[in-house]
């Protein structure tokens, strides 16, 4: 079963990502409030995939996956935002993110991610 | 209608519908007949009870803020059927989140719709606004968008002003 940590400030959203994530049979192995918090438990339970918010406070989205890429070069992460903008898209691509998402999302596009990355 | 008044309006049409269609499954439509009082009649009795409202600062060209107001009964509602917790084992910290994220996506999806016109803005991060009766009111020469949308007993107003 592939493990996930999802980093996402709004509890709202890791409710509903981790009942996406279970109902698929993936296990949420952590949840990380903030970017800094993500890279901690990035490196503490080298997740298979990270679900990383962008903007959050503490340390933003893609400061984090510069710094779990430092750390693993191999990290797969999908960027999950509600701006869609193509310049965040190239930003978050440069850094390394495997997948940019959208939110909204379902179950389709959630799954639709990870088979990318995996 | 000016012409950011007709981008935001089809944005936030656009961004409503999908945003509610894909997280919670309700169809929320625009109530054409709803009354948006001015700043010279404003009267509370004739506006509908509110108790959450999300809100966001839109920064573009002109900044804005970008509210959307329910009542706890709707809140309830919306943030179950996006999470998929029963209702009454909401607590008060889930229904807050739950319509700043609301607000959140609308916006996010606004401003992906807009990106490439001349009205693209970014965002602050979202909050709440809580209180019984309480009422968002803005100068008349500022309103860009006031509107209702419903879906059976559900409803709640969005509203984009110039700040």
């Given at each position: 079963m592939k493990r996930v940590l999802i980093v996402d400030d709004s509890p709202i959203i890791h409710n509903l990502l981790r009942k996406v994530l279970e109902r698929n049979e993936f296990e949420v192995c952590g949840d990380a409030k903030n970017g800094k918090e993500g890279v901690e438990m990035?490196?503490?339970?080298?997740?298979?995939?990270?679900?990383?918010?962008?903007?959050?406070?503490?340390?933003?989205?893609?400061?984090?996956?510069?710094?779990?890429?430092?750390?693993d070069p191999d990290a797969k992460v999908i960027m999950l935002s509600a701006m869609g903008d193509e310049e965040l898209k190239e930003e978050a691509k440069g850094l390394g993110v495997d997948v940019f998402l959208k939110k909204p999302f379902d179950d389709y596009k959630i799954v639709s991610a990870i088979s990318k990355v995996v | 209608m000016n012409e950011q008044e007709l981008a935001y309006h089809r944005a936030f049409t656009v961004a409503v519908s999908e945003v509610m269609g894909t997280m919670t499954g309700f169809e929320m439509e625009e109530d054409e007949a709803f009354f948006t009082p001015?700043?010279?009649?404003?009267?509370?009795?004739?506006?509908?009870?509110?108790?959450?409202?999300?809100a966001m600062v839109l920064l573009g060209k002109k900044n804005c803020m970008a509210t959307v107001t329910m009542t706890r009964t709707t809140a309830s509602m919306l943030v179950?059927?996006?999470t998929g917790i029963p209702y009454y084992e909401l607590?008060?910290?889930?229904?807050?989140?739950?319509?700043?994220?609301?607000?959140?996506?609308?916006?996010?999806?606004?401003?992906?719709?807009?990106?490439?016109?001349e009205y693209h803005f970014d965002i602050s991060p979202p909050f709440t606004i809580v209180g019984e009766?309480?009422?968002?009111?803005?100068?008349?020469?500022a309103k860009l968008i006031q509107k209702r949308?419903?879906?059976?007993?559900?409803?709640?107003?969005?509203?984009v002003f110039n700040v």
């Open positions: 990035y490196k503490d339970l080298k997740p298979d995939i990270v679900f990383m918010d962008i903007t959050m406070p503490v340390m933003e989205g893609l400061d984090a996956v510069k710094l779990i890429k430092e750390y | 001015d700043e010279e009649s404003f009267d509370p009795k004739e506006t509908q009870p509110c108790e959450i409202s999300g179950s059927y996006m607590k008060n910290g889930d229904l807050f989140d739950g319509v700043a994220e609301m607000m959140n996506l609308m916006a996010g999806r606004a401003k992906a719709l807009l990106s490439d016109s009766n309480h009422y968002i009111v803005h100068k008349k020469q949308f419903v879906s059976n007993e559900l409803s709640f107003i969005l509203k």
